[in-house]
């Protein structure tokens, strides 16, 4: 487990760094398409979503809600990413709507530095950003 630090600025370099953005967006996204057919459906994103736990915990605790609601929360995020409302969501729709959370984030953090926590083996699009800031500084 490692701490890295990160603040608005290292998400908007990570999101500027447009190879190394879209190479982390395109293994993700290969790593959701789990039938390897180019786009991912409402399920394989619900499943992504469910797997990352964010609407169902607090706190490591888990919260009581509504299956329906869930539905309809996993719905809104397929709608939000589908933006040509095909019911599939291509690589270039999962980039742009990443690309929004990503800088949404950026924005939410301003720079006021935070801590988090990771495993090592974590994969996630914050600790990307936080490993490429990492990296210039070892350069520099």
């Not at 390897?36 to 888990?62: C, I, M, N, Q, Y």
């Not at 809600?65 to 397929?78: G, V």
């Amino acid at each position: 487990m490692g701490v890295v630090i990160i603040d608005g600025s290292t998400v908007r370099d990570f999101v500027g760094n447009e190879e190394h953005f879209n190479k982390s967006v395109d293994e993700k996204f290969s790593s959701l398409d789990l039938n390897r057919d180019g786009v991912l459906s409402r399920s394989e994103l619900r499943k992504a979503f469910e797997s990352f736990r964010l609407l169902e915990t607090h706190f490591g605790v888990d919260v009581a809600t509504a299956p329906e609601e869930l539905a309809r929360l996993y719905d809104s995020i397929f709608e939000k990413f589908d933006s040509d409302g095909s019911e599939s969501v291509d690589l270039e729709e999962f980039r742009s709507e990443t690309r929004k959370i990503m800088l949404a984030i950026a924005d939410g953090l301003g720079s006021s530095p935070i801590q988090m926590a990771l495993e090592d083996d974590d994969e996630s699009l914050l600790k990307q950003a936080a490993d490429l800031e990492a990296s210039k500084n070892q350069g520099a």
